[in-house]
């Protein structure tokens, strides 16, 4: 697969099928090279990717990420094999271990005291699953969900690569010096059209509300140096101006030069409407296209 250096990172939970079916056309025809797109609780990712499959031509297909409590082992590998197949090649799985809410609380699934551990326990099953089909002629890469220095390890290990989500640049710099040269890695980086610092600031934190409240990423922040006041209640400017890119169109391809800078391979950008609604800012991504550069 070539991922390419820019592919963009949506919720289309809120649109019909119709309409995320014309957004993703039309994020093909822009040039961006993969669509990326979460698992919470909204439409399944592989049933979502799968139909997206037959109705683009070039653009990778990406989970962003998949959730290994929400399928076995075998389950995925079955997946990764079907897609990578099905797409001619343009299937990317991503995978992470979630949050304690989603598993124990949504789920109802026990959720591991130790992530890395349960993560490389859980690609090893991948490895060893029977897979009986006609197999893909190039099956996608895998992709782990790393923050901290023993996933993003094991991302180099075990795994094609990393895709950090809620990252600054000082974090894309950290993550490539341990990952080393070879592995993939791929940052989600949130972008906003918006020069009023007020009102980005304001649509920024409203985005940032619900991770900013996450373990897994309050930790990650601790090991970038930031605490908890950096968090509690409304986050820091401080916090908010290194997590979403907002400003005019100049402000945020400085941004995503950043990342690329600090060693991405590819970065996928997350266009949050100024508006605050939860669809794709289209406005945004037909600036920043790669094809209009």
């Known amino acids: 697969m070539n991922l390419g250096r820019l592919g963009v990172w949506t919720f289309f939970d809120a649109l019909p099928p119709s309409d995320a079916v014309a957004a993703t056309k039309r994020i093909e025809e822009l040039g ?16 979502l990717l799968g139909f997206l499959a037959g109705q683009t031509t070039r653009l990778n297909l990406c989970t962003g990420i998949a959730n290994i409590y929400a ?17 001619g090649g343009r299937f990317l799985l991503g995978l992470g271990v979630s949050h304690s809410h989603l ?18 326990a859980y690609l090893e099953a991948m490895e060893r699953a029977v897979y009986r089909a006609v197999p893909a002629k190039e099956r996608g890469p895998v992709l782990i969900g790393a923050l901290r220095q023993n996933m993003l390890r094991l991302s180099a290990e075990k795994a094609d690569g ?31 059209l918006c020069t009023d610092p ?22 990650n922040l601790r090991w970038l140096g930031y605490d908890e006041s950096d968090w509690s209640g409304d986050c820091s400017d401080k916090l908010v101006d ?10 945020i391809r400085a941004r995503i030069q950043a990342h690329w800078d600090a060693g991405a391979d ?7 409407h100024p508006d605050g609604l939860p669809v794709p800012h289209m406005e945004l991504l037909e600036l920043l296209a790669p094809a209009a550069s």
């Not at 399928?71 to 797409?87: I, M, P, Q, W």
């Not at 007020?198 to 930790?219: C, D, T």
């Not at 290194?242 to 402000?251: F, K, L, T």
Request: glycine residues 4%.
């Open 266 to 272: 590819h970065v996928c950008i997350q266009p949050l």
């Open 103 to 120: 598993v124990a609380g949504v789920r109802k699934h026990e959720y591991s005291p130790k992530p890395v551990a349960t993560m490389r």
């Open 198 to 219: 007020s009102q980005a600031r304001s649509v920024a934190r409203q985005a940032m509300k619900i991770y900013a409240g996450l373990p897994n990423y309050q930790n």
């Open 162 to 192: 990393a895709h950090p989500y809620f990252v600054p640049p000082e974090h894309t710099a950290r993550a490539r010096e341990i990952l080393g040269p070879d592995a993939i890695l791929a940052p989600e980086q949130k972008v906003l």
């Open 242 to 251: 290194a997590i979403v890119a907002w400003g005019d169109e100049d402000a």
């Open 71 to 87: 399928r076995d082992a075998v389950t995925t590998r079955h997946g990764l094999e079907a897609l990578s197949d099905l797409s």
């Open 32 to 47: 961006y090279s993969a669509l990326w797109v979460p698992e919470a609780v909204g439409r399944e990712p592989f049933a």
